[in-house]
């Protein structure tokens, strides 16, 4: 069973940079492409970054995404109170035949 | 602009079904599939398949093979969830989601709808 895996948290303070991290296998990593979601608790997911590193209109350039082999990240700088969240990467594993997430990683705005 | 409307909240005896629909406007349906995602309370999300808009062909991940069924209306652009033998650990918050795809491997989520959430009771 293929398992993507995030730190339980990060945290930072406003005009910080934090980096997320994501690590799986061959079988998500090998081929897909890496995407990430913003997850305000009590509301739906949105979409953050898509193929590794693209970002959609209207997310701000302070996110940034990319991919090495194995694992991936996700970078937010300039740090503000509202990107308080539980964050999630995912992509499609072999495996599964569907999207693998991650468990998510709650970052918290000191 | 692109709208996911999903039915309203259920509730459930386990060994029951439940249908969850999802309407879809704003894009073309036949061009993209639907696939249909969970998050159990306070956990993360959990893929369960995908449909596809033109063919109308379902997808299911392993897991749920044998209790997930997955359709779609043309003539309403909206796709339905059936969840069958229900139990305790199918309460969850079950979300219609756009993917977005040129192939399996670049797949995302682009549009997810509001949620549906569905509470199983023994």
């Known amino acids: 069973q293929s398992v993507v895996t995030q730190p339980l948290s990060v945290s930072g303070t406003p005009g910080q940079r934090v980096i997320i991290s994501c690590s799986g296998s061959?079988?998500?990593?090998?081929?897909?492409?890496l995407n990430w979601y913003q997850q305000v608790p009590g509301t739906t997911p949105k979409l953050l970054i898509y193929?590794?590193?693209q970002r959609p209109s209207g997310v701000p350039d302070r996110f940034s995404g990319s991919k090495s082999g194995t694992s991936g990240s996700l970078a937010i700088s300039g740090l503000q109170s509202d990107d308080e969240a539980n964050y999630y990467c995912?992509?499609?594993?072999?495996?599964?035949?569907?999207?693998?997430f991650g468990g998510g990683t709650k970052l918290t705005v000191l | 602009q692109v709208r996911l409307v999903q039915s309203g909240a259920e509730v459930k005896k386990a060994g029951s079904s439940v249908r969850v629909s999802c309407k879809t406007s704003?894009?073309?349906?036949?061009?993209?599939?639907i696939s249909w995602v969970r998050q159990a309370p306070g956990q993360g999300f959990e893929f369960m398949g995908w449909?596809?808009?033109?063919?109308?062909?379902?997808n299911y991940v392993q897991r749920f093979q044998d209790r997930l069924t997955l359709t779609i209306d043309k003539s309403t652009n909206t796709v339905y969830m059936e969840l069958r033998n229900l139990r305790s650990d199918d309460t969850a918050m079950y979300y219609c989601?756009?993917?977005?795809?040129?192939?399996?491997?670049?797949?995302?989520?682009?549009?997810w709808g509001p949620g549906t959430m569905v509470t199983v009771s023994s």
């Open positions: 989601a756009k993917l977005d795809s040129k192939d399996f491997w670049t797949a995302f989520v682009d549009y």
């Open positions: 704003g894009y073309k349906f036949s061009n993209s599939s």
């Open positions: 449909i596809n808009g033109h063919i109308g062909n379902p």
């Open positions: 061959s079988s998500n990593f090998g081929t897909s492409t």
């Open positions: 193929g590794n590193n």
């Open positions: 995912a992509m499609w594993d072999d495996n599964l035949n569907g999207l693998l």
